[in-house]
């Protein structure tokens, strides 16, 4: 396999970040020798969620065999999961914020016709359902733990307890038609097609505000492993959150 150079588009703290994490795990489980530096192991998992590499093509620039690969990346994988807060935590966080967005997504996967779970009737592919958690300005703050595709943006999101975190936090919320019936601070926009004039000039201040959320969601997609993920549908929640980690790091 041919090989050259290429770069990726994260700055060197985030690095640093990942090193220094991957560094204090060798200590803690008393590795004595591995064929990548802390630092070389960071830039081979950040070129895998960064860029989508697989792990062919990674285990051939770095050197290394591919289960050597594989397992690298793993264990960057579980060591940034850990790091990411859960909502209760995150919540400390987001109820200074005036008011935030709430949206879901969904992230493609190679599963067949056969796998019905994962099958989004929406979207109409395979994939798995993320609910995220946007501020004023679209930045992202938090991402929920993946379910199956077939799973209504509502119930996942009663189904994470977000609806009962934003309540208690007495904070408002701003969501699309998918979550009607969600009650509690969440707003969505009024349904129909004969609408009454104020309420149509709601709706459009109400899509003004809520469109900020398509930000977090390219803030998501722009790590290009989300793109198409390829691994165990048990493991998208543990990538998710690693994704979520490092984008707050570099920021």
């Known amino acids: 396999m ?3 150079p290429s770069s990726i588009d994260l700055s060197s703290r985030t690095l640093r970040y990942l090193a220094g994490h991957l560094s204090s795990r060798r200590q803690e489980i008393g590795t004595r020798w591995r064929r990548l530096a802390p630092g070389r192991q960071a830039l081979l998992a950040l ?3 960064r860029c ?3 792990y062919a093509q990674l285990a051939a620039g770095f050197g290394i065999g591919i289960a050597t690969a594989f397992r690298y990346i793993r264990e960057a994988v579980d060591v ?3 790091l990411a807060p859960p909502l209760a935590e995150a919540m400390k966080t987001i109820q200074r914020k005036a008011f935030v967005i709430l949206d879901g997504t969904l992230l493609p996967i190679d599963r067949i016709a056969a796998d019905t779970p994962y099958y989004s009737g929406k979207h109409k592919r395979h ?3 993320i609910q995220v958690l946007a501020d004023p300005f679209g930045r992202l703050l938090w991402a929920s733990p993946a379910l199956p ?3 209504h943006d509502l119930t996942a999101a009663r189904h994470h307890g977000i609806t009962e975190a934003l309540a208690e936090a007495d904070l408002k919320c ?3 038609k998918a979550y009607q019936g969600a009650g509690g601070p969440v707003r969505v926009p009024y349904r129909g097609r004969r609408l009454k004039r104020w309420k149509r000039r709601h709706n459009t201040t109400h899509a003004k ?3 900020l959320g398509e930000r977090a969601m390219a803030t998501l997609k722009g790590w290009r492993l989300l793109r198409k993920l390829r691994c165990s549908t048990n493991r998208i929640t543990d990538v998710v959150k690693s994704v979520v980690v490092l984008h707050h790091a570099s920021t």
């Open 149 to 151: 595709g077939s799973t």
């Open 174 to 176: 701003w969501a699309d």
């Open 52 to 54: 989508g590499d697989t």
């Open 80 to 82: 940034l999961a850990a």
């Open 127 to 129: 994939g798995m359902n």
């Open 2 to 4: 041919l090989v050259y």
């Open 47 to 49: 070129a895998h969620l």
């Open 209 to 211: 505000i809520r469109c």
